[in-house]
């Protein structure tokens, strides 16, 4: 089985980084759809964290796991 998720990842207020992940991300999603959704996620101050408001785009990648089951549950 293989599974991909998106991980978008910002620069917080105090410098630190805050990281959002989603599961399954579309196959045909391009930098610039990611790159808009996060200027929006800054730009509204969609989320807010311990670090303060996100304030930059650091980085995003999609991530692609393989998993192979040995045992399943019965």
């Known amino acids: 089985m293989m599974a991909k998720k998106l991980v978008m990842s910002f ?3 105090q410098g630190t980084t805050s990281s959002m ?3 399954a991300p579309r196959d045909d ?3 610039e759809d990611v790159r ?3 200027e929006l ?4 101050n969609v989320f807010s964290t311990a670090k303060g408001d996100l304030v930059d785009i650091k980085k995003a990648e999609v991530i692609t ?8 549950e019965e």
Not at 66 to 71: A, D, K, Y
């Open 11 to 13: 620069l917080t207020e």
């Open 21 to 23: 992940t989603l599961e």
């Open 29 to 31: 999603l391009t930098e």
């Open 36 to 38: 808009e959704v996060m």
């Open 41 to 44: 996620i800054i730009t509204e």
């Open 65 to 72: 796991t393989t998993q192979e089951v040995l045992i399943a």
